[in-house]
């Protein structure tokens, strides 16, 4: 029989390729790559994910299109099976249990998740006796400095933080309790760790008034340490840290290098994790990227979830101006925030320095803020910055030139005008960013590269032979580098 001779990796591979092919290049990354196909009995796959939240969110975002592709490989009678990484305890040991995905078309089994059976946390961590801890000196008074404006209410949500953001308040709901210690955030500068950091610890502040909360950057915390090591109280260091419940320590591959202090967080950190209390670290990178940084440590970092930031998309970065705006209790122009939004997409530190200056900028001068002013203050701002010039915003400099919506260009309309903005719009693209023309279809219209190449021929061409043609493109390109 056929599917006697395939292998677990031969079938979960096709399956893969099918996944791929569905959805975006990121999700797949952080899904589906660490996947592992670990048996095939009869027409029973078994894979293996790394966590319990992994096989949730597996379950909740794809088990639609997991079916569809068991059923393509193993036929109707095809089964998935998940075995969750299960110990916090780094030899990975496996607790399969079955989740069984069911390839017939029977409408009952909506949510083809069994009961839990097992509870990933080690329950059996219980709260032992801190030998350390003075009597009478149980109540820590830590100051937590926390920001009250860094709140999950302050944190617009998005494609790019969904994941983070999630996972950040499942942690602060119970933290210690998840499978989400340590959690780690990483990211490129500015894209919201900070903030999404101090909103966990809020939050928890929130739920749990009594939970001592600490949030502090990783130098502080190297400062502090290497204080300690001065004044001979090494040890008041470290129970210090072991009597906190929600450890917040912000961009760790500050620790890069520093070996004694790496070695006193790995046994704070191991304390905290033994007592079920929860730690949250941020990073600039991911574990596996990270440099200088003990093997031991390292693994520790991998044993909860680590969960990117990304640059938000256009909506995103409209919805944080606006908040951002209401909570100043500013008013600005639509057509402003969007231009701001168009034009900033490094990240969002960046969007809010623009924003403010534009503020600054028309109450100094007492001058109403209007996309004239915004544009300025953006040049120069951008300038400054270096800001590369991005296929959005291309796109939005032509659609307000010829007064057709961005939507429009994209559409599948081939109306003489629009055709020509998309072909211009590909054209200054490819000219303009140093995207691929496969990722220049993909923003237009979700063409081929193909037929970005003959947009680009075709308006090289137009150029050449039409005199007015000729005319809008220098304008436009005049306005794109503006
Ligand atoms: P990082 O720590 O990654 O460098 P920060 O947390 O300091 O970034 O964020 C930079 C700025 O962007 C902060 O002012 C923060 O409030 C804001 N910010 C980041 N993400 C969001 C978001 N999702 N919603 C609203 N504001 C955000
Ligand atoms: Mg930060």
Known sequence: MKVMNKTATGVWNNCLQVIK???????????????????????????????????????EHYIHLLK????????????????????????????????????????????????????????????????????????????????????FENFVEGDCNRLARSAGYAVASKPGKTSFNPLLIYSEVGLGKTHLAHAIGLQVKNNYPDKTVLYLSTEQFTQQFID????????????????IDVLILDDIQFLAGKEKTQDVFFHIFNHLHQNGKQIIITSDKPPVEMKNMEPRLLSRFKWGLAADLQIPDLETRIAILQKRLYNDGIEMPDDVIEHIAYSINSNIRELEGALISIVAQSSLN???????????????????????????????????YFDIPVDKINSKTRK??????????????????????????????????????????????????????????????KKIKS
């Open 68 to 151: 569809k592709v068991i059923k393509s490989e193993l036929g109707n009678a095809g089964r998935l099976e998940y075995s969750i990484v299960m110990d916090n305890n780094s030899q990975a040991n496996q607790q399969p249990y079955s989740i069984k995905v069911p390839t017939s078309n029977k409408s009952d089994v909506k949510n083809p998740s069994v009961a839990m059976p097992v509870n990933i946390n080690n329950d059996n961590t219980k709260e032992i006796p801190n030998p350390f801890v003075v009597p009478g000196l149980k109540k820590l008074n830590v100051q937590s400095q926390l920001v009250d404006s860094y709140s």
């Open 366 to 400: 007492k001058r109403e803020v209007t996309l004239e002013l915004a544009r300025q203050m953006i040049d120069k701002y951008v300038k400054s910055n270096k800001k590369e010039i991005s296929i959005d915003y291309i796109q939005k400099v032509i659609s307000d």
């Open 21 to 59: 092919d569905n959805i975006n290049q990121q999700s797949y990354k952080t899904w589906f790559e660490p996947i592992e196909a670990i048996k095939l009995e009869k027409n029973v796959l078994t894979i293996q994910v790394p966590s319990q939240f992994f096989y949730e969110w597996l379950e």
């Open 228 to 243: 300690a090591v001065k004044n001979n109280n090494h040890n008041d260091f470290v129970h210090f840290y072991q009597m």
């Open 416 to 477: 003489r005008e629009v055709v020509q903005a998309r072909q211009l719009s590909m054209y200054f693209s490819k000219r303009f960013t140093k995207s691929s023309l496969s990722t220049i279809g993909l923003h237009c219209g979700n063409k081929d590269h193909a037929t970005v190449l003959h947009a680009c021929r075709t308006v090289t061409n137009l150029r050449e032979t039409d005199k007015q043609f000729k005319e809008y493109m220098d304008d436009l390109e």
